[in-house]
DNA sequence: TGACAGTATTTGCAATATCAAATAGTGTAC
DNA sequence: GTACACTATTTGATATTGCAAATACTGTCA
């Protein structure tokens, strides 16, 4: 086995990067808005859908979870007044988490300091002719995953 | 709140996306070689040190876990036979995780592996000059983070 | 209509992660 | 040389997730 580094390995760096970026997004949002990025996605979710609610296996399938997860993630934005569930109404199998009002304000908090940190780091360490190659080139990655 | 979808938002889901696309990766190496991308980071961790040993303080640096962590990743990789602890002469606090000669074996098949994936992956989906600068875009992303 | 295969959600269990505290050793300052 | 602040690692308690099984409901087929 050599030494030397091969692009693959490389690219799994990189990956493992972004991930590591993910997670300092992360730090950055709890403290200025006291709740994950995954809690953000949920409420970011919601509050794109129609009538500010979705079924639990809708959620499961637009975020990075099982459905047993969401049942528990959405227990827990429950628990902290965020969303509520209610049964549906066409399918009585079903549910609905849906935006609270105290859940669109934190979201809108939420929201206001991810954009900045974001744009912030991608402004500093990316030119606007960089960002523009790197998004189109990520979105083409993202496409070919789903 | 509007409901347009802002570029922060896009970018967030870029980086979800490759999340994804790393446990995609993770799902064929524990197919194809029986561990996971975790694992398969720490034996290539150990496999370019020199004498193919770190500390386990060095190891948490290097990989995106805290050092309890590594403590016990190290138990599951220990246990598995593919490394082993060895304490440090120069400082008695500290351990060596050594790569045995079962885990070189291991990696190597997995490496193997892993690279036809990634080369797959990107050759099918990206052309050389889209690698390159993808490549390089994310070199920068992820020397910015660090 | 009523048996039954399929779907939506939740729950129990096991795995893996973090944070904080415990343990053990180092090195400097007096 | 010994007190003490610092560092390396592990351990205990807790949190989050996935998988498989349990529960509840739907819809079709005979």
Redesign the interface.
Known sequence: ?T?K?????????????????????DAEMQKEAGIS?IWY?VL?HL??ALEKKMRMQALSDSL?LTRSGVTRLVDRIEKAGLVRREPAAEDRRGYYAILTAEG?DV??RA?QA??RD??Q??G???DAE?RR???D??????G???
């Not at 080139?137 to 993202?142: G, I, N, R």
Request: no cysteine.
């Open positions: 086995m030494k580094v091969t692009a693959a390995q490389a690219w799994e760096q990189s990956l493992i990067g972004v991930s590591k970026l993910l997670s300092k997004f990025v996605d970011l509050n794109y990075l669109e979201l809108e929201q991810h954009q974001i744009r780091y991608f500093v360490h990316f960089e190659a790197l998004f080139l990520m979105s083409k990655l993202v070919a995953v789903a």
